[in-house]
């Protein structure tokens, strides 16, 4: 039984970390890169960075699975926490220049396209599972632990709409 508990953390751990590796070089494609230093201080030009942010965040978490470190469970329940909750808030029009009141402090939709909304929503419910149902037998998620993943999630969530606000 150990045995096979132990093959199915790696089987997991290893599943994220392809899902996370073949996503990063996909949004790492489409990221353009700019030497030019006025680009630098747009919401937009930072805002392109946050789907490859948040792809290498699922490798590390799978990795940290696959070699089954203690704190993979948490760094699962970050992930799924800040995705679940940026698709949330933009659903809910929190983050919608044109349906909140955050219009008055000019803030704008990071708009991700569908397929990454879907893929980023249902591993982020897998990421959740796994993370709080213990599914890898190591160590548990604290309640202090799920608390700052929330909070983690709900800051990395605004945090491109308050960068350098033009």
Known sequence: M???NLAKTKMVGGALSIIGL???VFFAAQTSVS????????????????PLVL????????MLAAFERPNANFTLALFGHTISEQ?????????????SFFDLFGLKNINLPDYAILWFFGLSLISLCIAYSNVLNLRRVSRSEALIGIA???????????????
């Not at 030497?35 to 946050?50: D, G, K, N, P, V």
């Not at 792809?55 to 799978?62: K, R």
């Not at 983690?152 to 033009?166: A, C, D, E, N, Q």
């Open 55 to 62: 792809t290498i965040w699922l490798l590390v978490a799978g």
């Open 87 to 99: 698709i949330m808030f933009g659903w809910l029009g929190l983050t919608n220049i044109s349906t």
């Open 22 to 24: 073949v996503l990063s």
């Open 2 to 4: 150990q045995r096979f």
């Open 35 to 50: 030497i030019r230093l006025e680009t630098w201080f747009s919401q937009e030009y930072w805002a392109q960075f946050m």
């Open 152 to 166: 983690t999630g709900v800051v990395v969530s605004f945090l491109p709409h308050f960068l350098l606000l033009s």
